[in-house]
């Protein structure tokens, strides 16, 4: 099994930037697929980005060109370096882990950080 801590939220306004980053423990995050999902007051969990246990990496449309997922294998850990902050990007951010090919089904990842808050003021 493997736990998963996030950590790195704040608030921030709108335009600003936040490196999330999410230690791994139990195994190595090289044969793991990862994902970061974020959930908003009154609304689904949604699929943020992911990254394969080849370091190949996949964002939902309205995140692609503002956020970067990248891994350090050796550290194990992964971060979530989000740029051009909206206040529409408010939401708690959770990474996930799961050992097979990349998903972007929350139902599909057994293993869950417990979160951490991003607040975008406008």
């Known amino acids: 099994q493997v736990q998963l801590v996030e950590s790195g939220g704040g608030l921030v306004q709108a335009g600003g930037s936040l490196r999330l980053s999410c230690a791994a423990s139990?195994?190595?995050?090289?044969?793991?697929?990862m994902a970061w999902f974020r959930q908003a007051p009154g609304k689904e969990r949604e699929f943020v980005g992911g990254?394969?246990?080849?370091?190949?990496?996949d964002y939902a449309g309205s995140m692609k060109g503002r956020f970067t997922i990248s891994k350090d294998n050796a550290d194990n850990i992964v971060y979530l370096e989000m740029n051009t902050l909206k206040p529409e990007d408010t939401a708690v951010y959770y990474c996930a882990a799961r050992a097979w090919f990349a998903s972007q089904f929350a139902s599909q990842y057994p293993y869950w950080g417990q979160g951490t808050q991003v607040t975008v003021s406008s």
């Open positions: 990254i394969d246990r080849n370091g190949i990496t």
């Open positions: 139990g195994r190595s995050l090289s044969t793991y697929t």
